[in-house]
């Protein structure tokens, strides 16, 4: 899996979609689950050790971890987020919340960084560093939150999942779109 994929572009929109499908599971799930803190807290870990994996795999497919150091540092940041987590529900939701609040400004400004390092080659990135940009301000909201009175619950985090796999789908159908005026533009 080392090394560019053959088309690189289609690549980022299948990996795209699987991000805003995952994300889009992940919030219904939280929403539907968020009364059950035994399965909210296991939600809860899964998704940081998701953003690891998927950076991970993503970096791999283009060029390696070498080649992409924003994802390196976010497959690290994420891993190391996702061992937190696990302590912090075992603690309280609000080191919870606060734990997701730094992850969401670290990871931001990494995929932000991402974001404009991918314009130069695939263009339609955009989204991306707009989602890393808001992702970071969300962090300092969530951070905010965990010194409030009411106890956060996963239903504070599902938010910043949902607006991510709305990001993540519109990266992906902007390339799409954009692969398929290409295509016809050369027909």
Known sequence: ?????????QWLRSYYFARAIFSIAWVAAAVALAGQSA????LLV???AWDAAANLVDARVNGGLKANPSQTLNVVASTIVTV????????????VLAV????AILSGI???YTGVRRWRSYG????MILSGAQSALAGGFMIKQSFGIVPPTILDVAPYAGFGAFYFLLSAVWLTVAANRKTSARA
């Open 39 to 42: 399965i909210a807290s296991v």
């Open 110 to 112: 990494l995929q932000l």
């Open 1 to 9: 899996m080392q090394g560019q994929s053959s088309n690189p572009s």
């Open 100 to 103: 997701f609040g730094v992850w």
């Open 124 to 127: 339609a990135q955009w989204a």
């Open 84 to 95: 937190i987590v696990i302590l912090a529900v075992m603690k309280d939701t609000y080191a």
């Open 46 to 48: 899964i998704y940081p």
